[in-house]
């Protein structure tokens, strides 16, 4: 079978098009109004997440099923849904939920620290089609972007337990893709002082 591009604004929205699902599901969710709101939040929280799980799972399908090729970071990032989201609904609490993306970010910045220490950058192997640089390159953005992710981790972590459900899934649905972006925007200069010549 061969592999097929994916136009960058189609993989855009399969890759923010789940997050927009769990906002819309939160907010639109019909709960009973008479609950005190910490359980009227928990099941806004509960039936978003009933719909954030299938959507990424169907995104991560139609990528595989599109390219010809399993996209390991979308994959990862399905896993961890799919278990965080389960225990969420399993055991209708939402911190699982909500500790989620601190946990996606240690957990890839530790192993990203793993591969510096063994003198690599897994990102390379991730991410090389992408943004062909030269192995210096790769090791700095690699470093840069563990420390950029613990941030958000720690921030993530702060947002859900100090400002509540409301403020943490606007974060959640907003800032930390915003932020990714703006991080991703930010390191250009590198990217084009470490770019690989052209093949012709």
């Not at 079978?1 to 819309?24: C, D, N, Q, S």
């Not at 509960?46 to 390219?67: E, H």
């Not at 991730?126 to 210096?136: H, K």
Request: hydrophobic share 55%; net charge positive; aromatic share 14%.
């Amino acid at each position: 079978m061969a592999h097929r591009t994916i136009h960058p604004l189609l993989k855009l929205a399969l890759e923010i098009g789940p997050i927009g699902v769990f906002f819309l599901g939160y907010r639109w969710a019909t709960v009973d109004e008479t609950l005190p709101i910490e359980e009227q939040q928990l099941e806004q929280i509960l039936f978003a997440t009933l719909l954030f799980v299938p959507a990424i799972v169907a995104s991560v399908v139609f990528m595989r099923l599109w390219t010809g090729k399993l996209p390991r970071l979308a994959l990862w990032t399905a896993i961890l849904v799919t278990v965080f989201g389960g225990l969420t609904l399993i055991l209708r609490d939402d911190t699982f939920v909500k500790m989620k993306p601190a946990i996606n970010y240690t957990l890839f910045s530790a192993i990203l620290g793993f591969g510096l220490a063994r003198g690599q950058s897994y990102l390379s192997y991730l991410m090389d089609e992408l943004i062909p640089m030269s192995r210096e390159g790769w090791v700095t953005f690699t470093r840069r972007i563990i420390v950029f992710w613990l941030v958000l981790a720690v921030l993530n972590e702060i947002v859900w337990r100090q400002f509540g459900t409301d403020v943490w899934v606007n974060f959640r649905t907003f800032v930390l893709p915003a932020a990714n972006f703006a991080f991703i925007m930010s390191q250009l200069p590198l990217f084009q002082r470490h770019a690989l010549p052209e093949k012709r």
